[in-house]
Each structure stands twice: as C-alpha cells, then as structure tokens.
C-alpha cells in the first residue's frame, strides 16, 4: 500500500467520523439575531427602539417545525394578556424574514377582542425564522420567534379549483362560536375565497405567470367598533382564513371587510346575539 492509499484512507475515514455531525449542524437554524434581512426589516419597521426578546412572556407562537405543505403552514399566536382600556396588544408584525414578502400580516387590534389571539395560514418559499413582534398601547415591542423547515411555497401552482375564472372570487364568510356570553370572549372565524397570487408560481392553464393578485386588507368591526385590522401580504395562503376574538356587550353585527391588490371589495356580516 502506497503512502498516497494510506493517506486517502485516514481521510476518508475523517470525514465518515464527521458526517453526523456536519449533518446535525446542517439541521439547526441559523442564528435568529443576526439574519441580515431581519436586520434590515428590524430597522425599517422599527427604527433604534428596544425588542424584548422573550416574548413568551406575552405571546406564545406557534407553527410546525417541518411543514408538510409550505404553501398552508398554519400559525397560531397566543397572548398571555388581555385586552383592556389599560393595556393592551396594540399590533403585531407577523414576519417571515427569507420570503420574497418577509412582512406577511401587520395585525391592528384594540381592547374590542378581549384577546389578541390570531390563528392564520402563510406561505413560507424557504427555510426561514418566523416572528411575532408585539407592540402594546404603551409602545414597549417584544418579540417571539420559531424556525420553520419548508420551501417552494410561494412559488406553487395554486390549486386547480382557484385556477378556474369562476371561483367565487371574494366570496366571504363569517363563523362564532355557538351561544355567545355577553361580555366574554367570542371566537370567530373570517374564511375569504381568493386565489391570493404571488406573481411567483406558473399557471398550470395558461403556462404563463399570473400577476400577483391577493388579499392586502381586512376590517372587522362588532357594533361599530373596530375589533382587529389586518395589513397583509402575498405570504398569506390562498383562501385566507382568520380565527380571533372579539367580546359582545350587546347585540350587534359582526362584520367584516375585505380589499384586495385589484381594488376590489368584499364585506360581509353576521348578527350575534349574547345571552
């Protein structure tokens, strides 16, 4: 055996010893602190002003670590606080920093929803950090953050049912909880028929790429009153879906309205009746 054999075999055996461990270090996230775009975004929206960085001592967020479809990742922000004159969740920023849209949703709330829980579906085109920043009424910003493994979801053909021209396009719904209690919180549901188009992915009829094409507003109001604003983005889903809360003090309507990219609009509404 040569000395050039005996040298290929000490390194292939090094790098036998090492592949686990290139593999483990493959499989963590990068450091969530120092993305440049984050940084980037961070000074944009955000200016110089403090983040807490724990969160979790307001919201918990939530979301599938490896999803099994990046074009529906469902996310869940839960608040630890509630909703009141005093103090209150004023927005929260739902970021996904390596999406061509990075700022999916800029969710507005007020002392209306009792909660500012917010349940919705993005879609995430590569490895990226998923954040929920949290401003109260105060101005004070806090932030929590998972690493979500999934990719090609912006750039997805949508579906065959929303590639059709007649796709009831904007047709709108609302849903609440069964036996509503006045003066406690009610969950409800806003569920909108859109294609939500990137301008990212192939249309599978025409073979030609759709022009984006989504929801960029929403406006849900109870009596009167605003309850929860949304500014959104392409990241969102197509058909997007919202679950939030919102806490009767009296018979009212439940409403909601919808714009999208295209300068159309949708509303719709639902009477609620608190015993």
Not at 47 to 54: A, L, S
Not at 85 to 100: A, C, F, G, Q
Request: aromatic content about 6%; hydrophobic content about 40%.
């Amino acid at each position: 055996m040569t000395s050039n054999d005996c040298l290929r075999r000490e390194f292939l055996a090094a790098v036998t010893l090492l592949l686990p461990l290139l593999s483990f270090a493959a499989d963590q996230p990068p450091s969530a602190q120092n993305n440049p775009i984050w940084l980037k975004l961070r000074v944009h929206l955000f200016q110089d002003r403090p983040i807490n960085e724990n969160g979790a001592k307001l919201i918990e967020l939530s979301a599938p670590a490896r999803a099994e479809d990046a074009a529906v990742v469902p996310v869940a922000i839960r608040t630890l606080v509630a909703q009141t004159s005093e103090r209150y969740i004023k927005t929260i920023h739902l970021i996904l920093d390596n999406n061509p849209g990075p700022v999916a949703a800029v969710f507005h709330m007020t002392p209306e929803s009792g909660r500012a829980d917010i349940e919705t579906r993005v879609r995430v085109e590569q490895y990226t950090h998923l954040r929920a920043v949290v401003e109260m009424n105060d101005g004070a910003l806090s932030m929590s953050t998972v690493y979500l493994k999934a990719s090609g979801g912006c750039s997805v053909p949508i579906g065959k049912e929303s590639s059709e021209p007649a796709i009831s396009l904007g047709k709108i719904k609302l849903a609440a909880d069964d036996h509503p209690k006045l003066n406690q919180t009610v969950m409800a549901q806003l569920m909108i028929r859109h294609p939500n188009l990137s301008g990212l992915a192939m249309n599978q009829l025409t073979r030609l790429y759709d022009s984006p094409h989504f929801v960029r507003k929403v406006e849900v109001a109870y009596a009167g009153k605003p309850v929860m604003t949304a500014d959104l983005d392409f990241s969102i889903s197509e058909n997007p879906h919202f679950r939030f809360y919102f806490t009767p003090k009296a018979e009212g309507l439940l409403t909601a309205q919808v714009q999208d990219s295209h300068d159309l609009s949708f509303s719709t509404a639902l009477k609620i009746s608190p015993q």
